[in-house]
């Protein structure tokens, strides 16, 4: 088993900055990778960004790609994701993520990640 916590949500006005935080315990091994998810209100959950666990390969989607950047700790199994230049289009719950290898197919997809954190919420005024 994977325990994610995450950490470091807030409001913020629009142009602002927001570091999360997802600390991984439990079993490491058969790691593939680590990503972010957000969900909006009346909207399904959607991919931000994500990273390959070994090689330290970056994924993100169009909508954050400049602005965001995804880093790993190896070392102490920690992914952060620092967000720059917050839209109020960016507000959500942002999900931490894990996979492993029997479950990944493609990093930006829910559906390749076995576990989750619990979301933090994210909110950026205009």
């Known amino acids: 088993q994977v325990q994610l916590v995450e950490s470091g949500g807030g409001s913020v006005q629009a142009g602002g900055s927001l570091r999360l935080s997802c600390a991984a315990s439990?079993?490491?091994?058969?790691?593939?990778?680590m990503g972010w998810f957000r969900q909006a209100p009346g909207k399904e959950r959607e991919f931000v960004a994500a990273i390959t666990w070994n090689l330290g390969n970056t994924h993100y989607a169009d909508s954050v790609k400049g602005r965001f950047t995804i880093s790993r700790e190896i070392f102490n199994s920690t992914v952060t994701l620092q967000m720059n230049s917050l839209q109020p289009q960016d507000t959500a719950v942002y999900y931490c993520?894990?996979?492993?290898?029997?479950?990944?197919?493609?990093?930006?997809?829910?559906?390749?990640?076995?576990?989750w954190g619990q979301g933090t919420q994210v909110t950026v005024s205009s």
């Open positions: 993520a894990s996979a492993t290898w029997s479950t990944m197919t493609t990093v930006n997809v829910p559906r390749s990640y076995n576990y």
């Open positions: 439990g079993r490491t091994d058969g790691r593939s990778a």
